[in-house]
């Protein structure tokens, strides 16, 4: 299964909406829709709350699923690499 049906799957067995889960986590439902749409990745912090919200580990959230670990990576990388490269 792919992040974002995860993402949707774990709202939608709490019944909760986009706009709930945004409220309690102080971001947009958009952000919420983007994220479940796959559009965009959440940031490292934003995936620990949401494993804590959901109450999934991060594991079953993140596993078998190429873009967001191809997405991670990347980021770990311009993190990474960027502020050498600039030094």
Known sequence: MKFGNRLKNARTELN??????????????QTISSWENEKTYPDIASLIKLSDYYHISLDVLLKEDSGMK????ERLLKNHLYPQLLS
């Open 16 to 29: 909760l909406t986009q706009e709930q889960v945004a409220n309690d986590s102080f971001i947009t439902r």
């Open 70 to 73: 191809e997405y991670l990576e």
